[in-house]
């Protein structure tokens, strides 16, 4: 079977807990396929991403944002995913400013990626159908996680794929949690060492988004066969299905 590509974005500027609850995320991902799922991990740390200027050359570019930096690394990643994983700390009750500025570009210069590519005229977005999982933690409790976690769903909608959750009752719309006013960078995981719970239920939540990411994206992969022939009288499943097509 064609592999399946897992993304993890760590939005964190330091090796820290969004980082930890990524790696739990992500090897439960890869723990619910592991013949067909292969993992890539991804920290904005010490990368470059300046903000959209508005300029509007990617709708005539077939994409290409003008600004040079560590934006088209990240975007090529999440182009090939099929599954993406953000953990994110909270940064005044949203996410952190470098992946709003990946976000913000990488939603305007997809429109111009897929501008008339399949048919003349083609101008919305293509239904990519990624599986998009959110991982939200902040040092506070009720502190910006669910508008965080809110945000990134209202970007996976918007960039047409689909969010998931973990499992009740430690996910309602996604992962994570509160590092019990410990502002360490490993705060979580040293209250794990030391039994601490809202670290476990922190830690549950992010291995349920891996997990349940893998299974819906499997389960995109098999109704996309199903349904091939239908799906490709509309342009704008191409995209998903050239990606998740097996030519083996
Ligand atoms: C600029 C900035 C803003 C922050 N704003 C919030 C906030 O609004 N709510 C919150 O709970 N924590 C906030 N925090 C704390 C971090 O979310 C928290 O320390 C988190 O565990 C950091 O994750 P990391 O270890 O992956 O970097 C903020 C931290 C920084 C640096």
Not at 126 to 134: A, D, E, F, H, R
Not at 176 to 188: E, I, Y
Request: net charge neutral; proline share 3%; with cysteine.
């Amino acid at each position: 079977m064609k592999q399946l590509n897992v993304l993890g974005i760590c939005g964190s500027t330091r090796k820290g807990n969004s980082e930890y609850l990524l790696d739990q995320a992500i090897q439960s991902a890869n723990e619910a396929a592991p013949d067909v799922v292969k993992c890539t991990n991804y920290s904005v740390r010490g990368k470059k991403f300046g903000p959209c200027i508005a300029c509007g050359k990617c709708g005539e570019n077939s994409g290409e944002c003008i600004i040079k930096d560590d934006f088209q690394q990240l975007r090529d990643l999440w182009i090939d995913a099929d599954v993406i994983i953000y953990s994110v700390p909270v940064y005044h009750m949203g996410m952190p400013g470098q992946l709003k500025c990946f976000i913000d570009r990488l939603g305007n210069s997809t429109f111009g990626r897929y501008k008339g590519l399949y048919e003349p005229g083609f101008e919305k977005l293509p239904k990519l159908l990624k599986v998009v999982g959110s991982i939200a933690q902040g040092v506070h409790i009720c502190s910006g996680q669910e508008h965080t976690l809110t945000d990134l769903i209202n970007h996976a909608l918007l960039m047409q794929c689909i969010p998931v959750a973990g499992d009740m009752w430690q996910s309602y719309i996604g992962g994570g949690g509160w590092t019990s006013n410990d502002v360490d960078r490993n705060a979580l995981k040293k209250q794990i060492d030391a039994n601490q719970y809202d670290a476990q239920v922190a830690v549950q939540s992010a291995k349920d988004v891996g997990r349940r990411a893998v299974e819906i994206a499997l389960m995109l992969r098999n109704g996309a066969a199903a349904m091939e022939n239908e799906l490709k009288k509309d342009a704008s499943y191409k995209p998903f299905l050239d990606r998740v097509e097996d030519h083996s």
